[in-house]
T-cell receptor
């Protein structure tokens, strides 16, 4: 049973380009969470999704950032017109639907560098 | 007030000592609490969950929960250099998405 898979592991983008980060949850997991971590800082919640639904996006910047979790395929975090301040590690976590308040398991993260 | 607060440290203990990591949370309705460990440059990995007041032991790790004081802690007995990492406390918000503290950096000195 593969764990949470994120790709790419490293992504370099020039300012103004788009960044697309992908997350495939663990098998059987239908809850996906995205977090951002700046160097030497803690995890900042961005968005919580279930299949085809955004449950809580209160941590997402109002502009340039969007997330989706389609019925088929991975969850996508999209950052349009990237700026240097977007450089960070972006982690995805997933949890199963049949237990509330269960622990979530993390992918290896995507390290975005904006040059 | 932050939803989940931790002392950022760094906390330094000698090898073999007990490391005590603390966390407070703001939502009195929280029902479950999680500890994660994150090595430098790596992703967080789940260590323990605790749901009831009192202590829960797993090997060298003991999680302690006091809901009245809105306080959860993690004790690491017989600390090893390999325990050196950042420890993150996590609490689900509204019984849904997980909110993390900023983490406490632990260094175990040989």
């Amino acid at each position: 049973n593969a764990g949470v898979m994120q790709n790419p592991r490293h992504l370099v983008r020039r300012r103004g380009q788009e960044a697309r980060l992908r997350c495939s949850p663990m098998k059987g997991h239908s809850h996906v969470y995205w977090y951002r971590q700046l160097p030497e800082e803690g995890l900042k919640f961005m968005v919580y999704l279930q299949k085809e639904n955004i449950i809580d996006e209160s941590g997402m910047p109002k502009e340039r950032f969007s997330a989706e979790f389609p019925k088929e395929g991975p969850s996508i975090l999209r950052i349009q017109q990237v700026v240097r301040g977007d450089s960070a590690a972006y982690f995805c976590a997933s949890s199963p639907p049949w237990r509330m308040n269960t622990e979530a398991f993390f992918g290896q993260g995507t390290r975005l560098t904006v040059v | 007030q932050k939803e989940v607060e931790q002392n950022s440290g760094p906390l330094s203990v000698p090898e073999g000592a007990i490391a005590s990591l603390n966390c407070t949370y703001s939502d009195r309705g929280s029902q479950s609490f999680f500890w994660y460990r994150q090595y430098s440059g790596k992703s967080p990995e789940w260590i323990m969950s605790i749901y009831s007041n009192g202590d829960k032991e797993d090997g060298r790790f003991t999680a302690q929960l006091n809901k009245a004081s809105q306080y959860v802690s993690l004790l690491i007995r017989d600390s090893q250099p390999s325990d050196s990492a950042t420890y993150l406390c996590a609490v689900p918000r509204n019984n849904n998405d997980m909110r993390f503290g900023a983490g406490t950096r632990l260094t175990v000195k040989p």
